[in-house]
C-alpha cells in the first residue's frame, strides 16, 4: 500500500509543478485537468504526510524515553507516544478508504429527476417537499441548482421535476438517493385521519459532456413553442420553450424555465446528453452484476430506499438500517447525516471486497 501512496505523492508533486508554471493557464483545458487531479489527490496525499509526521513523532519519543534522564521530559514523550500510537491505525485506516477505486464520475454535477408515483395527489405533493429537501442541501452546499422541466398539479406538487446541481463532487455524493422513496402520512384531504401510503421516484445521473454523447442531428426533433403556466395560461409571448424528441429511446425532454429560446435548448440537450450517458452506465452496471451488488444502493431504481413517517417524526434508511427521528429537520435539507452514513457503510463494503 505504500508504496503506492508514495508513488501518488511523486505524481502530486509533478502535478503541484506543472501548474504554477509561468504559462500553466495559457492551456484552459488541460489547466483544469490538472487543477482537478490535485484536488483529487490533495486529501490523500495530506493523510499520508501525516501519517509519516506520526512515525517520525513515534520514533523520536522513543529515542527521548531511551536517552533523556529527565523525568518530566520522559513522561512527555510516553505520552506523545501514546498519542501518536493512538493516530497510526486510524491514519492507516483512512488511507485504505481514501485508495479504494473511485467512480470515475464522482466529480461531475449531476441531474436529478423526481417522478411521482404510487398515490396521486399526494405523491406529488410529497415529490414538490423532496425537491425542495434537496433545493435546500445543496445550498448549505453551496452548490447552484437550475431546473431544468417540471410539471406541476393544481394544489403545489409535481408530478416531475427534473434539475441541474452545479458544486464540486456532487455526484459522489448524491448518487446515493437514487431509488424509491415512501411517505407514510394522513393527507389533508383525508377526513377518516388514515394513513397512506405514497411514493416517489429518484433518479441521479452524472451530467454528460459533449465527449461522452454524440447525438446525430437526424435523430432528434426540435419543436419550440410559448411557454405556459397552470391551466394553459400563458407566460410567455415568445416562442422560448423547448421540446426535444429522441427517436431512437423516445426519449421527450420539454424545457421552459428560462425567457431564452437558446438557453431553454441549452438545458434540454444537457439533460437528454445526462440521460443517454445514464442508460449507457446502468447498462455497463447490469454486466458487472458482482460489482452493482458490493455498493450501496447506488444502480437500482426500482430499490425501496427510505421511508418518511409523519406520524412517527422518524425517516429510515432501509439500504443501512439508520432510522433518525427529526423528520422536519430532515425535509428542511438537513440530510448530511443520513448521506455520511451511506458513504461509511459503502466504503466499508468496499475495503471488505478488497480484502477477499
Not at 495559457?26 to 487531479?37: G, H
Not at 479504494?100 to 410529497?126: H, Q, T
Not at 398539479?153 to 452545479?166: A, C, D, P, R
Not at 407514510?184 to 454523447?213: C, K, L, N, W
Amino acid at each position: 500500500m505504500f508504496e503506492q501512496v508514495e508513488d501518488i505523492e511523486k505524481k502530486y508533486e509533478e502535478i503541484q509543478r506543472s501548474i504554477s508554471e509561468p504559462d500553466a493557464a495559457s492551456d484552459s483545458k488541460r489547466y483544469m485537468t490538472l487543477m482537478r487531479r490535485h484536488a483529487e489527490l490533495t486529501p490523500l496525499v495530506e493523510t499520508y504526510r501525516e501519517y509519516k509526521e506520526t512515525l517520525k513523532n513515534e520514533e523520536e519519543a522513543l529515542k527521548l524515553m531511551e536517552e533523556e534522564g529527565d523525568e518530566e521530559i520522559r513522561a512527555l514523550a510516553r505520552e506523545e507516544l501514546q498519542d501518536a500510537k493512538k493516530k497510526e491505525p486510524l491514519l492507516e485506516e483512512k488511507l485504505k478508504v481514501l485508495l479504494l477505486p473511485r467512480d470515475e464520475n464522482d466529480s461531475r454535477n449531476v441531474i436529478v429527476e423526481i417522478r411521482a408515483g404510487a398515490g396521486g395527489e399526494e405523491a406529488a405533493l410529497f415529490a414538490a417537499e423532496i425537491y425542495r429537501m434537496y433545493l435546500h442541501y445543496a445550498e448549505s452546499r453551496g452548490w447552484k441548482a437550475e431546473t431544468v422541466e417540471y410539471e406541476e398539479t393544481g394544489i403545489g406538487g409535481m408530478k416531475n421535476v427534473s434539475f441541474i446541481l452545479n458544486g464540486a463532487g456532487a455526484y459522489s455524493v448524491m448518487k446515493y438517493e437514487s431509488g424509491v422513496h415512501r411517505v407514510q402520512r394522513v393527507p389533508e384531504t383525508e377526513s377518516g385521519g388514515r394513513i397512506h401510503t405514497s411514493t416517489i421516484t429518484v433518479a441521479v445521473m452524472p451530467e454528460a459532456e459533449d465527449v461522452d454523447v454524440q447525438i446525430d442531428d437526424k435523430d432528434i426533433r426540435i419543436d419550440v413553442m410559448r411557454a405556459s403556466g397552470n391551466g394553459g395560461q400563458c407566460v410567455n409571448t415568445t416562442d422560448s420553450a423547448v421540446r426535444l424528441t429522441h427517436y431512437p429511446t423516445g426519449i421527450v425532454i420539454y424545457s421552459q424555465t428560462e425567457k431564452s429560446q437558446i438557453q431553454n435548448k441549452a438545458k434540454a440537450f444537457a439533460l437528454l446528453r445526462s440521460k443517454l450517458y445514464d442508460m449507457e452506465l446502468q447498462k455497463r452496471q447490469d454486466e458487472e452484476a458482482q460489482k452493482r451488488r458490493s455498493q450501496i444502493g447506488t444502480g437500482d431504481r426500482s430499490e425501496k430506499i427510505r421511508t418518511y413517517n409523519f406520524p412517527q417524526g422518524r425517516v429510515t434508511d432501509h439500504r443501512i438500517g439508520l432510522t433518525l427521528y427529526r423528520i422536519g429537520d430532515i425535509m428542511n435539507g438537513n440530510i448530511q447525516e443520513i448521506l455520511d452514513a451511506l458513504i461509511a457503510a459503502d466504503q466499508a463494503k468496499k475495503l471488505a471486497n478488497t480484502a477477499h
